[in-house]
């Protein structure tokens, strides 16, 4: 095996002439004993995605609580792609050790002897029919690892081509925010019917797939049909993978596979997302935190180990020993969108928020939050004066006293942090209230609700 693949190093001139004997020779070994190259491939690839999928587990988590947009998508892109890939590898390696196994009973009892069995006559016929030869067995499931091994990485190009296609629609959108030629209700119209338009020729890219390219064929279909296949052919990246695609479409088994799989996982993984085990007809696990129930996304001694996103607010721990409650509000880009509707002074003539290269002068606003280093101490203190006088806190029912200043967690994601004199409250249970503005109504220019945030309950022992 390894001479062969030596052989086709040393000799580029053989590999460039694809059409000489001697290339298609090399390629008939090559793939008489690929099977030897799969096992490698998969295991060493079964092996660093199981290193690889909970740091991407922990990346996605970290991305969707900082507001990072692009690199959430990323990373969303990525993480479903890769266990698509393994659950597939897995599956490809255990037929090939079925296949390997049946190889060394092969070696040792040859074909099966259905007159040994003795069955009657009506078992042996249909045992005849249906099993078959033991070649035959052992020729099937070489097709089958063998087309499965190529599945599983056309498998992740297809999920891949999928999350670019809703990838390009959001830049287009987020693009013509920034230039800022439309209002918030120009925005709101061209995202609808750059939508409609977009989403409408993707649907006739995934009717021509699920019908195995029923809109390539005829004479008038092709000519409306090419300017968009070619379109999403460039989005999607497809030059990477197109020859596999092909190459399973004129099989008429295994263009099914290839087909139907992707949908088949997207299905199968809502309908696992959907299904859960009711324990109680009372109790609802996941909730908001309540005067009832104490959600672990409020509490950090919590989060830190089970990596939850934080639920608006956190405090250290359900139980606290300390004359003081510390009090933290990670930065989101609708509470600062909230403080210039509190303080209108505060708005800037050009919004800096997201992405950008020299200062921010290319940027999409409302992605991540930046503190400029250039703004003086004066604006910044007038900042989290807004933030003060837009949150109000209580314990139980009396309004505490607080100030808030800004700093960042151990993930560099900005939090507002106070903390609250609680020497006088008695040992026993208490109720944490948020107030202030709730929901993202900007671009509707809606009044924004003020409301009860969050309701934390904590015990409250003296040391």
Known sequence: MQKLYIEALINPSMSKDYNSSSFKKLLD????????????????????????????????????????????????????????????????????????????LRYVSNEIDYDELRYSK????????????????????????????????????????????????TLISNLMEVTGILSNE???????????????????????????GVLKKGNLRPK??????????????????????????????????ATFLLPAYLLISFLLSAFSKQHSNYLTPNADSSSIYANTSNYEDVINKSEDLVDFATIPSKVITTSYLPLKIPFTTFKETAIFKQDSSLTPSNDERGYGFNGGKMSIP??????????????????????????????????????????????????????????????????LHIIGPQGDNELFKKKIKIDTLVTIPFWRFKE
């Open 122 to 169: 009506k078992f042996t016929e249909h045992l005849t029919k249906k099993v078959g030869s033991f070649d035959r067995y052992i020729s099937r499931l070489e097709n089958i690892c063998s087309t499965l091994f190529a599945i599983a990485f056309l498998m992740v190009f297809y999920f891949m081509a999928y999350m670019l296609i809703i990838g390009f629609y």
């Open 366 to 431: 409302g992605l991540t939050f930046s503190i400029n280093n250039n703004k003086n101490i004066a604006e910044q203190k007038k900042y989290l004066k807004a933030v003060n006088k837009m949150y109000k806190v209580l314990i139980d029912s009396t309004v505490m006293e607080k100030e808030f200043i800004y700093t960042t967690n151990s993930n560099d994601r900005f939090q507002f942090e106070t903390f609250l004199d609680i020497s006088s409250l008695n040992n026993g249970k208490h109720l």
């Open 224 to 257: 409306i049909y090419f300017p968009v296949y070619r379109f999403f052919s460039i989005i999607t990246l497809s030059f990477l993978y197109r020859p596999l695609v092909y190459n399973f479409l004129d099989q008429k088994r295994a263009k099914w596979v």
């Open 29 to 104: 070994k090559l793939q008489q004993e690929s099977w030897q190259l799969e096992l490698l491939i998969s295991g060493f690839a079964i092996f660093g995605l199981f290193q690889v999928i909970d740091p991407l587990q922990e990346e996605l988590t970290k991305a969707i609580g900082n507001d990072d947009f692009i690199y959430g998508f990323f990373i969303q892109t990525i993480y479903p792609a890769l266990t698509i890939l393994l659950v597939v590898l897995l599956i490809h390696v255990i037929l090939r050790g079925v296949w390997i196994g049946a190889l060394g």
């Open 186 to 212: 120009q925005q709101i119209v061209f995202n609808v019917y750059w939508g409609f338009i977009y989403f409408s020729f993707a649907l006739l890219i995934f009717i021509d797939f699920l019908g195995m």
